[in-house]
């Protein structure tokens, strides 16, 4: 759902997940069994060497495991593995070594302990990043974005089409446009082969126009649209966060509302990204680059862990806000 240059590095660590589990795995399988109290048991000795047998074939098939899996006639969001194997990966090796401090230094128990609460976070990670791999899982929270339940409506960010489907589906007499660089490296291909199977797999083809293009210098006229949404694209502008929200305020038409799913601080993306997810933006602040913009909260809260919030444009905005 990358949209912008500015994003264009948000992910390019996903090689890295593939890189340190592959490194974990070594250290699993070549040092860990040699130390002294590891090697004076049979169990320990051979269980280290599958821990991280498995650690190595787990990373490798993060990194390229996707390239052997055809999922041709079902819906495919195309979330390459290390999305979702590599917090499970973590907790696996976390797990080990709260082992490892427990067996050969038995007086830093404190540290097992953190070790292992570690790695049961990292597990309840993989389980939240998984989930949305499932073609089935909710892509949108309960709100009433269009109205008139008619009317022409913005995906901007649209990936695969996991939102597109969603608001398509809901909104039987709505038509969309799906919106993307389509150049996200953790969705495969940048998602735009994904998003024309899923729309035929959909039924939805004749609803939903393609278009190629970037989130903050959107290549429609002023007042395009009825409706807009925007999941997870948006918080991954970097610098130019409120420069994608000032192009869906501008291409939304006066009384049109605009649902904005996004990653906030909060346990889920804690589990998910651990401490990076400190770094994201918070959902007072989502709220103040709103405001400072024009919209008017309309409603708010999380959503599968993730912060949303549904935005209007108010009727006479032409006549306030440039």
């Known amino acids: 759902m990358k949209i912008h240059s500015a994003a264009s590095g948000a992910h390019s660590h996903m090689w890295l997940v593939g890189v340190a589990g592959l ?23 051979a269980g280290f060497h599958l821990v991280g047998g498995i650690v190595l074939l787990g990373s490798l098939y993060a990194t390229i495991g996707r390239r ?28 080990a ?5 427990q067996i050969a230094a038995p007086s830093w128990w404190p540290g097992a302990i953190v070790l292992t609460l570690l790695a049961a976070n990292s597990f309840a990670g993989h389980l939240a990043a998984a989930s949305t791999a499932r073609p089935d899982h909710a892509p949108l929270p309960m709100v009433d974005l269009l109205p ?42 940048g998602g735009r082969a994904l998003l024309e199977k899923n729309l035929r797999l959909g039924g939805l083809a004749d609803r939903v126009r393609i278009q190629h293009g970037d989130l903050t210098a ?22 130019a966060k409120e420069a994608g929200l000032r192009e869906m305020w501008r291409v939304l038409k006066p009384g049109g509302r605009f649902l904005l799913v996004v990653w906030a601080p909060g346990w889920t993306m804690f589990a998910v990204a651990n401490l990076m997810s400190f770094a994201l933006t918070t959902g007072a602040d989502w709220r103040v680059m709103a405001r400072r913009i024009g919209f008017e909260i309309i409603d708010e809260g999380t959503f599968n862990g993730h912060c949303f919030l549904l935005l209007g444009k108010p009727a006479d905005a032409e006549n306030r806000h440039a």
């Not at 490194?23 to 000795?45: C, D, K, N, Q, R």
């Not at 008139?148 to 709505?174: F, H, K």
């Not at 002023?222 to 694209?233: I, K, M, T, W």
């Open 23 to 45: 490194a974990a795995g070594l250290v699993l399988m070549a040092y860990i069994p040699s130390l002294e109290a590891i090697t004076h048991s049979l169990f320990w000795f």
């Open 68 to 95: 052997f899996r055809q999922r041709p006639n079902i819906l495919d969001f195309g979330w390459v593995p290390a999305w979702t194997l590599g917090p499970l990966l973590a907790a696996v090796v976390l797990l």
């Open 97 to 101: 070594a709260a082992v490892v401090v």
């Open 148 to 189: 008139a339940g008619r009317g022409l409506v913005l995906d901007g960010g649209c990936g695969a089409g996991r939102t597109s489907i969603g608001v398509a589906r809901g909104l039987a007499g709505a038509s969309l446009v799906a919106f993307d660089r389509f150049d996200s490296d953790y969705i495969e291909g």
């Open 218 to 239: 959107l290549p429609f006229e002023n007042a395009s649209f009825d409706a807009a949404v925007s999941a997870h694209a948006i918080d991954h502008l970097g610098g």
